[in-house]
């Protein structure tokens, strides 16, 4: 751990919360921090302004300006023009003609298409190379995702930045996040979270039964499988039902002047892909899958990327220590695809092999809740939704749901976005 640190601080010149929260999984912290200096720090196709620019960007869309920060700070430092940080339109028109990728990406990735591509490609003036975009998409996606994060775990801005909180290592007895879960506002103080405490008898009820759930679905699942017909069935029935999962709490966040500047279009947000009637195609992962196509892809036009992303997902994927709450030796794995597969679900990404009838066996309402807000809406997530879900779970165990969120995100983000740079080059 304190080699990660050291190494994290030599790279980034400083201790970001993100990497004090992360740390709970150094194996994937590990990958992570990698895979974030490659893309920012090492040769690429990208000038380094442009890079900081992007995630700016990015981190923006999402009102995210713990992350904004962050990285105007990082874009100065390697020379990049503060004219630029007065808007997007005083940015060259080359990053402004990213700024409907961006959006699409952040929102609705299911709409990108061949032409848009098409555009960002051909256009006369201003255009950019293949190598190019794979790299800005990356980031795009990167930084889309790694709100969600921020949100997702109520991560406040460091000490010696605006509104910032000081860390206080999780105690012993206690694995409490501290000043860093801070929620939604930052303000409000976090006292220890009942997780240390005497668990109640409903919460570790929650934890029992959601371990007796799983028994039965494998028992199931080796006795009798479901047809191809009652599979897409399922699947069709639970991407329409996340349509009517939202936050109760689902207030309006006006985004700032300081952080909106960064983007245009600020009234374009997510929205459900079968409302107003519009209906999308189901993406068939056999027909358009990261292990068959998107590595090669991005590892033929931005080597060593595709490799880097890869480790990362399969991590976070099959990260377990075999424990859930109080309980040990336990095999994680189905929870585990039911929270990426959902995820999936949602962006209408179906597997042909996953039995989508598990999802609403295994995630109960207010984890829904939890995942689309940190998804999809991110900056409305609340404490309130963190505190909700899995009652009786460490909150490095909350942590680790949030490491899949991320990484489902970003790789939905990507298949859609790879899917129409191939159609383009075919």
Known sequence: MHTLFADSFATLGRLDNVTLVMVFHPQYLESFLKTQHYLLQMDG????????????????????SYLVNLHVNDFLHVGGDPKWLNGLENAPQKLQNLGELNKMLAHRPWLITKEHIEQLLKTEENSWSLAELIHAVVLLTHYHSLASFTFGCGISPEIDCEGGHTFRPPSISNYCICDITNGYHGVEEIHASPTGSIPSTESVCEVEALMEKMKQLQECRDEEEASQEEMATRFEREKRESMFVCSSEDEESAATRDVSRHFEDTSYGYKDF??????????????YSWEDHGYSLVNRLYPDVGQLLDEKFHIAYNLTYNTMAMHKDVDTSMLRR???NYIHCMFGIRYDDYDYGEINQLLDRSFK???????CTPEKTTKRMY????????????VHVNLLLVEARMQAELLY???????YMT
């Open 45 to 64: 196709p990208l000038p380094l302004h442009y890079r900081h620019y992007i995630g700016i960007m990015a981190a923006a869309r999402h009102q995210c």
């Open 274 to 287: 079968s409302r107003h009637g519009m209906h999308v195609p189901t993406f068939r992962v056999q027909d």
């Open 338 to 340: 039911a929270i990426w």
């Open 369 to 375: 809740v939890y995942i689309k807000t940190v998804v």
């Open 387 to 398: 505190d909700s879900f899995w009652r009786q779970f460490e909150h490095s165990e909350k």
């Open 417 to 423: 976005a790879l899917r129409a740079i191939t159609r």
